[in-house]
């Protein structure tokens, strides 16, 4: 944290050194040249902590492999950032570094555990899944790295959850991966004064990029074998980005637009569009972050019908919220018109009278 908060000054001087600046325009927020790659300085400390301080905790090829990754991963957001790659070429630095997750530090989805079905075991269906798992987890905390302070705040609420479950809930030989989540969380703690509004930097695709990853990466560790349980786990840990991407395919394809073209009607747009200010939008997002946070800490103490209506409930109170703030868009209110149309004609059964007869209409 220390180490994070110290570096990050200098990360700010040599982004504006090498070009890495946000100008303003109509989809941004800022109003005036922003410093961006501030993910660098979180890397910097995160590494400087696993292999320095704590390398003696980590399998060291594990260790190394990941390294590599991540590396891909910072190039990818620098490169990004200084000047702004494809949608095409930044996956592609993604899916590299999913490929070296995969074959080097042999961290993927083996099998899966469902109810009523019993293990599955995934076959050459592991590596599809597993690199769309991290694609699509890495591209999730990018796309809500929108306001100051977002992305940061909520990933350090969604690392320290994981850690907590990692910790008390996943086997001792995997107590290592909680201390690296850890890691992690006080980097981005140590970041987050120079990031929350007014930023003075902003993490860039050097850090949403890098966080999403490991973060992806992180959650893999417990879903080597995949249960109902460790799947539904990380999935309502990150439930704020994961939605928000979700819903963002569903508009644009209901708007027939590519997925892959950006537009101003994220969550935290239509937060301050219906008059929050900067900092109250990010602090309700890191409200919904802890609200999804406290509910997965749940599913590990529920038995398996609990976690079942847990989940739908979880599902059915989302898309009313989502829908009342119409993050889908204008008019697109499928669930809030059903209960509207029941409550009506439950309304009208009400009042018939006695005899059997309805009221006459006015």
Partial sequence: MIIAAAIT????????????????NARRVNTKPMPTMGGLGIFVAFTFSTFVLLRIQFPTHELFSVFLAEVVIILTGMIDDIKELKPHQKMGGIFLASLIIYFLAG??????????FGAIQLGWLSLPITV???LAITNAVNLIDGLDGLATGVSIIGLFTMGIVGYF??????????????????????????????????????GALFIGFMIAVFSLKGLKNVTFVTLLIPVIILGVPITDTVYAILRRLLNKKPISQADKHHLHHVLMGMG??????????YGLALIFAFISLLYPLSSL???????????IGLELFIE???????????????????????????????????????
Avoid: C
């Fill in 9 to 24: 000054p200098f990360v700010r001087k040599m982004a504006f050194v090498l070009g890495a600046v946000d100008k303003p």
């Fill in 107 to 116: 961290i993927r989805m083996n099998q899966i555990v469902l109810p009523f």
């Fill in 132 to 134: 769309f798992w991290i």
């Fill in 169 to 206: 809930f996943l086997t001792i030989p995997n107590v290592y991966v909680s201390i690296w989540i850890f890691a992690l969380v006080a980097a981005l703690l140590g970041f987050l004064p120079h990031n929350f509004h007014p930023a003075k930097i902003f993490l860039g695709d050097t």
């Fill in 276 to 285: 929050l200010s900067h900092r109250q939008t990010v602090l309700v997002i």
């Fill in 305 to 315: 019908w609990g976690n079942i209506l847990l989940t739908i409930f979880v599902l």
């Fill in 324 to 362: 009342s703030i119409g993050l889908l868009g204008d008019g697109r209110r499928p669930l809030i018109r059903r209960i509207e149309r029941a409550v009506k004609t439950l309304a009208r059964g009400e009042s018939v009278d006695k005899t059997g007869h309805k009221p006459q209409d006015k």
